[in-house]
């Protein structure tokens, strides 16, 4: 049981330039989101999605754009990165958003912008 | 504005037993999350607690008081595994999460 896989755990990228970081869960679980944590900072939800097709914005979405085609896989796109979005970036699942429903996180991706 | 408060970081020795704080000023309250986190790896649920009181899981308990707006973490028999971050989180009327900075356990031999 794999849980939440995410790709890349580490990339450097120059300002300007787009990448896509990449998850997907294999405990069928309707919510997916994804999260940056700076230091001294709590987790900050960037984008969310309940379902496929279905994405909403969190606390921080500006500069990300989010896909979530199917329920397995919940995408976080750069379409042109900058030095404010060097970041670790957190995927995490659960059944449902709300209640007491437990979250199940990746390992992280560490984001470097140049 | 909602705020989670905890100690930035703690240390403690192998064997004994630390107790993490964490306050909170929330809009509303629907349940108090701990997770453990470890430097390159997933981020991994301690406990929830939603009424008052204390939550036993092995080493680990877990505390709330709702009308102080408090809860702790205490960890017992301490490992050296347990040197990660913990993280606490509430969950507001809405039932979006709110997140500390996180406590930065330090175990020392």
């Known amino acids: 049981n794999a849980g939440v896989t995410q790709t890349p755990k580490f990339q450097v990228l120059k300002t300007g330039q787009s990448m896509t970081l990449q998850c997907a869960q294999d405990?069928?679980?309707?919510?997916m989101s994804w999260y940056r944590q700076d230091p001294g900072m709590g987790l900050r939800l960037i984008h969310y999605s309940v379902g496929a097709g279905i994405t909403d914005q969190g606390e921080v979405p500006n500069g990300y754009n989010v896909s979530r085609l199917n329920k397995r896989e919940f995408s976080l796109r750069l379409e042109s990165a900058a030095p404010s979005q060097t970041s670790v970036y957190f995927c995490a699942s659960s059944e449902r958003p709300s209640g007491a429903n437990v979250l199940t996180f990746g390992a992280g991706s560490r984001l470097t912008v140049l | 504005g909602q705020n989670i408060d905890q100690p930035t970081e703690m240390t403690a020795t192998e064997g004994a037993i630390v107790q993490i704080n964490c306050t909170y000023q929330t809009s509303g309250f629907n349940g108090l999350f701990w997770y453990q986190q470890h430097d390159g790896e997933a981020t991994t649920f301690l406990s929830y607690?939603?009424l008052d009181g204390l939550e036993e899981k092995g080493r680990f308990s877990s505390f709330l008081s709702r009308s102080k707006g408090y809860s702790y973490l205490l960890l017992k028999e301490l490992q050296m595994k347990d040197s990660a971050s913990y993280l606490c989180?509430?969950?507001?009327?809405?039932?979006?999460?709110?997140w500390g900075a996180g406590t930065k356990l330090i175990i020392k031999p």
């Open positions: 989180a509430v969950k507001d009327s809405n039932y979006q999460l709110i």
């Open positions: 405990m069928n679980h309707e919510y």
């Open positions: 607690n939603v």
